[in-house]
Nanobody
Framework: QVQVVESGGGLVQAGGSLRLSCAASGSMFSMNVMGWYRQAPGKQRELVATITSEGTTNYRDSMKGRFTISRDNAKNTVYLQMNSLKPEDTAVYYC???????????WGQGTQVTVSS
């Protein structure tokens, strides 16, 4: 069973930066696509960014240029560097990973990011 744990959330002022981390453990196998999603109060969960095991990235348009996703395959860890944060970036950020063998998706419990104006 894969466990997914996010960290790095917190409270930051507008214009500030945060770096989120997500570690997948409990499997001797690697992960395929790893990604970040977010859900603001009263809104649906939405894609932030994804990255394949080869390093191909995909971003939601509104995050391009401000957020950077990266990963460490040896550690089954994915990161999200968030710069120039805005109050509308306030949300719970979730990590999702895809197991490379059973192809199932696993979610973390989420980490709160709050951007004050």
């Amino acid at each position: 069973q894969v466990q997914v744990v996010e960290s790095g959330g917190g409270l930051v002022q507008a214009g500030g930066s945060l770096r989120l981390s997500c570690a997948a453990s409990g499997s001797m196998f690697s992960m395929n696509v790893m990604g970040w999603y977010r859900q603001a109060p009263g809104k649906q969960r939405e894609l932030v960014a994804t990255i394949t095991s080869e390093g191909t990235t995909n971003y939601r348009d509104s995050m391009k240029g401000r957020f950077t996703i990266s990963r460490d395959n040896a550690k089954n860890t994915v990161y999200l560097q968030m710069n120039s944060l805005k109050p509308e970036d306030t949300a719970v950020y979730y990590c999702r990973v895809q197991h490379s063998v059973d192809l199932r998706y696993y979610w973390g419990q989420g980490t709160q990011v709050t951007v004050s104006s």
